[in-house]
């Protein structure tokens, strides 16, 4: 829980907002338009970037790990390389975060227009083997002798037709967060089920 400062600098308050994109202002009543870390830049690019050093941004909040990850799904916007750079290495901050503030965000993610970009994007960080430990694991080795589909990306891509059959069957419908929920977790038991038998075939009985 960081210490809140109060200052009289418009710049140094958008200073301490999460992104760029979320760091401009506009005067009130003349309508003055304040964008001092390029936030117009970013928008138009379609990148999340923080106003200063990603490290001093995440120390002050580590759910902003998180947010760069929904904020992405949500908007598709791509991370600036050195957000994720910062996430890659300080992802064991977001331990500090409530477990409640940590379910909000993967909620919010996984109801955005395209949850595998942010789910990817958690995984590739590190930040998923801490909150959602169950996905990165569906990554199963897998070598030229035993063969089986690649379970992780199997189960990206089930997420992504229940999505499709929300919108088939239910047009302009709220996100349906259970059905998004099972769709992606349907083989989480398959890393702890898998089975070398003989002449090599996998198996995942009772996954």
Not at 63 to 69: D, E, F, S, T, V
Not at 117 to 135: I, N, S, Y
Not at 178 to 201: C, F, N, S
Request: charge should be negative; include cysteine.
């Amino acid at each position: 829980k960081p210490e809140d400062t109060y200052r009289d600098s418009l710049v140094e308050d958008l200073r301490r907002r999460d992104f760029t994109v979320n760091a401009m202002a506009v005067g009130v009543p003349d309508h003055t338009f304040s964008d001092p870390f390029g936030g117009t830049r970013d928008l138009l690019a379609k990148v999340l970037r923080t106003p200063g050093a990603p490290e001093d941004s995440f120390n002050d909040d580590p759910l902003r790990m998180m947010r760069a990850a929904r904020f992405s799904a949500q908007l598709g916007f791509d991370v600036d390389p050195g957000v994720f750079a910062a996430t890659t290495s300080m992802a064991d901050r977001i331990l500090k975060i409530s477990a409640e503030r940590v379910r909000d965000e993967l909620v919010k993610l996984l109801c955005s227009p395209d949850p595998r970009r942010g789910l990817a994007l958690l995984v590739d960080t590190g930040l998923a083997a801490l909150v959602l430990p169950e996905l990165p694991a569906l990554k199963l080795e897998i070598d030229e002798h035993h063969h089986h589909k690649d379970v992780y990306e199997h189960s990206l891509i089930v997420l992504e037709q229940a999505i499709d059959l929300e919108k088939e069957r239910n047009p302009g419908a709220a996100p349906d967060l259970i059905l998004r929920w099972a769709a992606l977790l349907h083989d989480i038991g398959k890393p702890a089920t898998k089975r070398i038998e003989p002449g090599g075939v996998v198996t995942f009985h009772h996954h």
